[in-house]
């Protein structure tokens, strides 16, 4: 069965960095776009972030030139740097594959202001 264990969320303040990581199995990682979604309470899961097999990016434009996605096959890890966060990036953050049902359980990311 497919896998997703998501860590590195935790309480930060307004400017400061975290770095998420997703590790996947019971999937070809190699083969798979990965994505970060996150929630913020009372609003819709949105997409932060993708990346796909062959490594082409997409960001919101409400993250883009702060957050970076990357992947790591060997490792079947996909990772979210996020620098420069904001309070409206509080959110529980979810790693996802794509075009598919798995999701992770979801981190818990809060910035102070």
């Known amino acids: 069965q497919v896998q997703l264990v998501e860590s590195g969320g935790g309480l930060v303040q307004a400017g400061g960095s975290l770095r998420l990581s997703c590790v996947a199995s019971g999937i070809m990682f190699h083969t798979n776009g990965m994505g970060w979604y996150r929630q913020a309470p009372g609003k819709q899961r949105e997409l932060v972030a993708f990346?796909?097999?062959?490594?082409?990016?997409n960001y919101a434009d409400s993250v883009k030139g702060r957050f970076t996605i990357s992947r790591d096959n060997a490792k079947s890890t996909v990772y979210l740097q996020m620098n420069s966060l904001k309070p409206e990036d509080t959110a529980v953050y979810y790693c996802h594959v794509l075009n598919s049902g798995s999701w992770g359980q979801g981190t818990q990311v809060t910035v102070s202001s």
């Open positions: 990346i796909t097999s062959n490594t082409i990016t």
